[in-house]
C-alpha cells in the first residue's frame, strides 16, 4: 500500500470546531426565504502577529506545489489517530518549496495539510428532517503557485506533513513584495450538499483580526516575525 494511501487513515488536527450558533441555509432552486440553521464556526484565532508567531512551532518562506492527495480529516472518536468511520472531511495535501525558515527546523520540501471541507451530521432542515451536509471549509484558500508566501505551521503528529497553527495562517507576497493577510470574506456564501445531492448555500461570519500587516512591504514583515521568533 502506498504511502498516500496509508495516510487517509490518519487525522489531521483541526483547528475549527462546530459549535452552535446561527448560520443561514437556503437551498439554490427557487427563491426560497433562507432558512435559520443553529451551525458556526468556531475558529482558534491569533489576534496580531504576535500571537502568530508565538503559537506557530514552523514559520516558512517558500511556494506551494502541487496537489498531492487528500486524505480523511474526520477523527475518530474512541481512537484519534484513525479516520471516523461515517463522516469525510477532506484534507488537501500540498508539496511546499521552501526558500527561508523563520522558526523551527525544516527540510527543503515539506507536505503542508490545508483542510479543505467537512461532513456534519444531525442536522435537520426546515421539516425537521436528518440532513447531512459537506461544507467547503471558509478558511480555505486556493494555493497560488505563482506567488511566495509565508506560512505558520505545526507538525501534524499522524503524518509526516505540516498543518495550519491557528488562523489566519497564510501571508501572500505579490510581485510587489507587499504582504497581504488572507482573511475569510464576512457573510461568504459557502456551497454545501447533503446525501441526496440537494445543493444549499451557507453565509458564514468571518473572524475578527485586526489586519496590521496587508500593505506592508514583505521585508519589514518578515523582520517583525522574525524579531518575535527570536530565531
Given at each position: 500500500?502506498g504511502?498516500?494511501s496509508?495516510k487517509m487513515?490518519r487525522?489531521s488536527l483541526m483547528?475549527?470546531?462546530?459549535?452552535?450558533?446561527v448560520v443561514?441555509?437556503?437551498?439554490?432552486?427557487?427563491?426560497?426565504?433562507?432558512?435559520p440553521l443553529?451551525?458556526?464556526?468556531?475558529?482558534v484565532v491569533?489576534?496580531?502577529?504576535n500571537?502568530l508567531?508565538?503559537n506557530a512551532?514552523?514559520?516558512?518562506?517558500?511556494s506551494?506545489?502541487?496537489?498531492?492527495?487528500s486524505y480523511?480529516?474526520?477523527?475518530?472518536v474512541?481512537?484519534?489517530?484513525q479516520e471516523?468511520?461515517d463522516?469525510?472531511?477532506?484534507?488537501k495535501v500540498?508539496?511546499?518549496k521552501?526558500?527561508?525558515?523563520?522558526?523551527g527546523?525544516v527540510?527543503e520540501?515539506?507536505?503542508?495539510?490545508?483542510?479543505y471541507?467537512e461532513?456534519?451530521d444531525g442536522?435537520?432542515?426546515e421539516n425537521g428532517n436528518?440532513i447531512k451536509?459537506?461544507?467547503?471549509?471558509?478558511?480555505?484558500?486556493e494555493?497560488?503557485l505563482s506567488?511566495?508566501v509565508i506560512l505558520f505551521?505545526?507538525?501534524?503528529?499522524?503524518?509526516k506533513g505540516?498543518?495550519?497553527?491557528m488562523?489566519p495562517?497564510?501571508?501572500?507576497?505579490d510581485?510587489d513584495d507587499r504582504?497581504?493577510?488572507?482573511?475569510p470574506?464576512?457573510?461568504?456564501?459557502v456551497?454545501?450538499?447533503?446525501?441526496q445531492?440537494k445543493?444549499?448555500h451557507?453565509?458564514?461570519?468571518?473572524?475578527?483580526?485586526?489586519d496590521?500587516?496587508?500593505g506592508?512591504a514583505?521585508g519589514?514583515?518578515?523582520?517583525e516575525?522574525?524579531?518575535?521568533?527570536g530565531?
Amino acid at each position: 500500500m502506498g504511502e498516500g494511501s496509508e495516510k487517509m487513515k490518519r487525522i489531521s488536527l483541526m483547528v475549527m470546531t462546530w459549535v452552535l450558533g446561527v448560520v443561514f441555509l437556503a437551498g439554490c432552486a427557487g427563491e426560497k426565504e433562507a432558512t435559520p440553521l443553529h451551525l458556526s464556526a468556531e475558529y482558534v484565532v491569533g489576534k496580531d502577529l504576535n500571537a502568530l508567531t508565538s503559537n506557530a512551532e514552523v514559520i516558512v518562506v517558500g511556494s506551494y506545489g502541487k496537489h498531492l492527495y487528500s486524505y480523511n480529516g474526520a477523527g475518530n472518536v474512541n481512537d484519534p489517530g484513525q479516520e471516523h468511520p461515517d463522516l469525510y472531511s477532506e484534507v488537501k495535501v500540498y508539496d511546499f518549496k521552501i526558500e527561508q525558515v523563520l522558526k523551527g527546523n525544516v527540510p527543503e520540501h515539506i507536505e503542508v495539510n490545508l483542510p479543505y471541507s467537512e461532513q456534519i451530521d444531525g442536522l435537520k432542515d426546515e421539516n425537521g428532517n436528518p440532513i447531512k451536509l459537506t461544507i467547503r471549509k471558509g478558511p480555505y484558500f486556493e494555493p497560488d503557485l505563482s506567488r511566495k508566501v509565508i506560512l505558520f505551521l505545526k507538525k501534524d503528529p499522524f503524518s509526516k506533513g505540516y498543518s495550519i497553527a491557528m488562523h489566519p495562517y497564510q501571508i501572500v507576497i505579490d510581485k510587489d513584495d507587499r504582504a497581504h493577510l488572507k482573511l475569510p470574506k464576512e457573510n461568504e456564501k459557502v456551497e454545501a450538499v447533503d446525501e441526496q445531492g440537494k445543493i444549499y448555500h451557507i453565509y458564514s461570519e468571518g473572524f475578527d483580526f485586526e489586519d496590521h500587516v496587508s500593505g506592508r512591504a514583505s521585508g519589514d514583515v518578515i523582520a517583525e516575525i522574525k524579531q518575535y521568533s527570536g530565531e
